[in-house]
């Protein structure tokens, strides 16, 4: 809880509350349940991280926000669905604060979507409206079936670069039906809004896409995004393969994630035609994925591959990796089947950096790891089942870390002996 007597500090600049690092966003504290009185006294803030609106009568309501024209860079306000009366909201007068660039507007977090109250929503968030020159925009957790028009629209916010939706199950669409995105887009993400409809065609200029839980014809729109750099598919529970046609033209993409796909059985053949631009590659949590023969063949510029919790996993072929001849990074953990002798290193000349964690199936490290001659880090975790490490791996060049991990006992006696190789820095012990 804040001082009730914050208001005191008149000439206060700089206020900031809580932030989530993973996500790079403020994410606000969540045992702060409301402001003091009087915050809208402050005249001088620049930097309010935080607002959270309550209801209860000691504490600021959203019109406090009128004051405060100075406010610049990034603001969250969590908590809307306390804002009794849109009226309120229209008082905050966001349209005048124009130093303000990121905005994130947050319904409650932790509830589930059918204990919040959406009679007033729509009219909320259309109040709320801020400057045109925003820049970033996340709604979370909205939960009326219709956005007001200025949400994303090029009229009202025509800088804006981010967009993000996220849990918002009931939203369908727009209050207009002629909104266009801003032309000069740049991120859009969407999760957990699958009933949502997203105007078409999408700007050009979107570099970043990442998308989860529905939106299935949007993932089959993103052929026409020919700047697109990064994809994100994450929730899609039912795709058993992506659509083979939107990748085709990706000709720019460089980064694809899948994610959660539990019925993806097998990536397209279509990734192969973006052998020159793909550079980083991860698949998490597919759990039906059994093979990675397809998709990977022919991918020369791959540089970083991770694959992990594929439960079904058994084989990485050769056939999946020969080519991978500009692969630098490669991490495999928690693939209970696959079988890591048949994971072909032979081919992977330009491998630095190798970790392996929670694959039972490893006893021995395989014979073809020699081939690497550029390695330099390798990480062993949770390989309960490797007892020992060949000799042959001293004769690495470039070897000069090695980390083993939580693994058998017997291997951690055996790598006692390895610390007193020069030029190799090991290190070798149990998590507690």
């Excluded at 957990?192 to 105007?199: G, V």
């Amino acid at each position: 809880m804040l001082p009730k007597n914050l208001s005191n500090v008149r000439k206060l600049r700089k206020l900031v509350i809580g932030r989530d690092y993973n996500n790079n966003i403020n994410s606000g504290d969540p045992k702060l349940t409301c402001m003091p009185l009087g915050i809208g006294e402050l005249t001088c803030l620049k930097n309010l991280s935080t607002f959270v609106v309550s209801r209860l009568s000691d504490s600021a309501g959203i019109q406090e926000l009128e004051k405060l024209d100075h406010l610049e860079g990034e603001l969250t306000i969590n908590g809307l669905q306390n804002v009794v009366d849109p009226r309120d909201a229209h008082k905050a007068n966001l349209r005048s604060k124009a130093k303000l660039l990121h905005l994130i507007l947050q319904w409650p977090v932790g509830k589930s979507d059918v204990e919040i109250e959406c009679n007033n929503s729509k009219e909320v968030l259309e109040a709320i409206q801020p400057h045109p020159n925003i820049k970033v925009l996340h709604i979370e957790r909205y939960p009326g079936a219709v956005l007001p028009g200025w949400v994303g629209s090029s009229t009202a916010l025509p800088k804006l670069t981010f967009l993000g939706f996220y849990h918002m199950p009931n939203v369908e669409g727009w209050s207009s039906e002629c909104l266009l995105l801003p032309s000069c887009l740049k991120s859009l993400q969407l999760y957990n809004c699958p009933k949502l409809k997203i105007p078409t065609p999408l700007p050009s200029s979107i570099t970043h896409l990442s998308l989860g839980k529905g939106n299935d014809p949007l993932l089959k729109s993103v052929e026409k995004l020919p700047n697109l750099f990064f994809l994100h598919i994450r929730g899609f529970d039912e795709m058993e393969t992506l659509p083979e046609a939107p990748l085709r033209n990706l000709t720019r993409l460089q980064e694809l994630i899948i994610m959660d796909c539990n019925k993806l059985k097998r990536l397209p053949t279509e990734l192969e035609n973006l052998s020159t631009t793909i550079r980083i590659l991860w698949i998490y949590k597919c759990g039906g994925l059994e093979s990675l023969t397809e998709g990977l063949r022919n991918l020369t510029s791959l540089k970083a591959l991770e694959v992990g919790y594929c439960q079904s996993l058994k084989s990485l072929s050769e056939s999946s990796l020969q080519h991978l001849t500009a692969l630098q990074k490669l991490r495999i953990w928690d693939c209970p089947e696959l079988e890591i002798m048949s994971v072909d290193f032979q081919h992977l000349i330009s491998l630095k950096d190798l970790k392996l964690h929670w694959l039972p199936q490893l006893t021995y490290l395989p014979e073809e790891i020699q081939h690497a001659r550029r390695l330099q880090t390798l990480e062993i975790k949770g390989c309960e089942n490797l007892r020992k490490l060949p000799e042959w791996l001293l004769e690495l060049p470039a070897l000069t870390s090695l980390r083993v991990i939580n693994c058998h006992p017997e291997l951690h006696r055996r790598c006692e002996d390895w610390n007193r190789i020069p030029n190799l820095r090991v290190e070798n012990f149990v998590e507690l």
